[in-house]
């Protein structure tokens, strides 16, 4: 090869690599209207804080002069502001983004979301397109799995639960941990699949080994890493982050199902921000969104956006998940049996 080849070659490979990712009909103009608004505020429970702060640093940087202001709470706690904000007529948030379905569909029963169907709904996995709302008032943005989780540093592989029924195995009283529905959209969704599996009799049986209790999923990684517990219901994404930091955590995909997390995004219809919102909602659907989510051990949800090394890909794993009408009705009704059965 010669020496302007190998120029050529080189030229055209940078070039390759400097191709930003392809705009969406549209983009230019949303921007400049985005730029007039300058931020938006943006609800969330879909991540942990570290996740939410990379992908509002991700927008920034695609997006300059709009500053992206997340608050991320548990999907409870979230909703609840919301319902205040809306309530008090405050324009506060203009992106809503919860674990649990069943708040959109409240939201949207309510009059509280501005319908928009994004232009990047071509980037979503196949997959996820039934868990979007046919009148457009919401759209899936995140997934992810509820598996077991456990300390390599005091249980061998061999040792660890395979089935969600072996977490009230009497072997285990004393070093389960859990998360809380009355909190958490993860956790609702996790209680009311189990309850359709094995009946509440499961988390009678559960209750017998004490497990600890945290609000957020992600409390129960804390708890891991603290051997405050030793196995646990937890999420996939902050387990594998935490194990990636070099911490003594592994999961089991259950046999009899890991249980699926679809979480959906909406625009508030008095958005203050709604060209920054829109904006965002295309953003949340693009390559660079998602690439940042693996970064952080997410499941991505584009199409072209491969898993974390080491990660399985949701259409390699069984999973398991409730029914819109089952979430939105079983959630408030698992909150109270909880209560009743573990005391808070």
Same mark, same amino acid.
């Given at each position: 090869?010669?020496?302007?080849?190998?120029?050529?070659?080189?030229?055209?490979?940078?070039?390759?690599?400097?191709?930003?990712?392809?705009?969406?009909?549209?983009?230019?103009?949303?921007?400049?209207?985005?730029?007039?608004?300058?931020?938006?505020?943006?609800?969330?429970?879909?991540?942990?804080?570290?996740?939410?702060?990379?992908?509002?640093?991700?927008?920034?940087?695609?997006?300059?002069?709009?500053?992206?202001?997340?608050?991320?709470?548990?999907?409870?706690?979230?909703?609840?502001?919301?319902?205040?904000?809306?309530?008090?007529?405050?324009?506060?948030?203009?992106?809503?983004?919860?674990?649990?379905?069943?708040?959109?569909?409240?939201?949207?029963?309510?009059?509280?979301?501005?319908?928009?169907?994004?232009?990047?709904?071509?980037?979503?996995?196949?997959?996820?397109?039934?868990?979007?709302?046919?009148?457009? =008032?919401? /759209?899936?943005?995140?997934? +992810?799995? $509820? &598996?077991?989780?456990?300390? %390599? #540093?005091?249980?061998?592989?061999?040792?660890?639960?395979?089935?969600?029924?072996?977490?009230?195995?009497?072997?285990?009283?004393?070093?389960?941990?859990?998360?809380?529905?009355?909190?958490?959209?993860?956790?609702?969704?996790?209680?009311?699949?189990?309850?359709?599996?094995?009946?509440?009799?499961?988390?009678?049986?559960?209750?017998?080994?004490?497990?600890?209790?945290?609000?957020?999923?992600?409390?129960?990684?804390?708890?891991?890493?603290?051997?405050?517990?030793?196995?646990?219901?937890?999420?996939?994404?902050?387990?594998?982050?935490?194990?990636?930091?070099?911490?003594?955590? =592994?999961? /089991?995909?259950?046999?009899? +199902?890991? $249980? &699926?997390?679809?979480?959906? %995004? #909406?625009?508030?219809?008095?958005?203050?921000?709604?060209?920054?919102?829109?904006?965002?909602?295309?953003?949340?659907?693009?390559?660079?969104?998602?690439?940042?989510?693996?970064?952080?051990?997410?499941?991505?949800?584009?199409?072209?956006?491969?898993?974390?090394?080491?990660?399985?890909?949701?259409?390699?794993?069984?999973?398991?998940?409730?029914?819109?009408?089952?979430?939105?009705?079983?959630?408030?009704?698992?909150?109270?049996?909880?209560?009743?059965?573990?005391?808070?």
């Amino acid at each position: 090869m010669t020496m302007r080849h190998r120029s050529l070659l080189l030229l055209v490979t940078a070039l390759l690599f400097a191709v930003p990712a392809a705009a969406f009909d549209g983009e230019k103009d949303l921007y400049e209207a985005a730029k007039k608004e300058k931020e938006l505020t943006w609800y969330t429970a879909h991540y942990n804080t570290e996740t939410a702060a990379g992908i509002c640093q991700g927008f920034e940087k695609k997006y300059p002069g709009i500053a992206c202001k997340y608050v991320r709470t548990t999907a409870q706690v979230a909703y609840q502001r919301l319902a205040q904000d809306m309530k008090a007529n405050l324009a506060q948030a203009s992106v809503f983004s919860s674990t649990d379905v069943s708040h959109l569909g409240k939201a949207k029963q309510d009059g509280w979301l501005m319908r928009y169907k994004p232009k990047n709904l071509t980037e979503l996995v196949d997959a996820f397109k039934p868990y979007n709302d046919p009148d457009d =008032a919401y /759209v899936a943005t995140a997934a +992810g799995l $509820v &598996l077991i989780t456990y300390n %390599t #540093a005091a249980v061998a592989a061999n040792e660890a639960p395979k089935k969600w029924t072996d977490l009230a195995d009497p072997r285990w009283k004393g070093k389960v941990s859990i998360g809380h529905p009355g909190f958490s959209g993860y956790v609702g969704t996790w209680v009311v699949q189990m309850k359709k599996l094995y009946g509440w009799d499961f988390f009678k049986k559960l209750e017998l080994n004490k497990p600890r209790i945290g609000r957020s999923i992600n409390d129960t990684v804390t708890m891991l890493n603290a051997k405050e517990s030793l196995v646990a219901a937890g999420p996939s994404a902050t387990t594998l982050e935490s194990k990636a930091k070099g911490n003594p955590l =592994a999961v /089991v995909y259950p046999e009899d +199902g890991a $249980v &699926l997390m679809v979480s959906p %995004t #909406a625009i508030m219809k008095n958005a203050p921000s709604p060209s920054a919102a829109k904006l965002f909602v295309e953003y949340l659907l693009s390559r660079e969104c998602n690439e940042i989510q693996v970064q952080h051990a997410q499941d991505p949800v584009n199409k072209h956006v491969k898993p974390m090394a080491g990660g399985k890909s949701i259409a390699e794993v069984k999973t398991i998940r409730p029914s819109y009408q089952e979430i939105e009705k079983g959630i408030p009704e698992v909150k109270e049996l909880f209560r009743d059965t573990f005391g808070i």
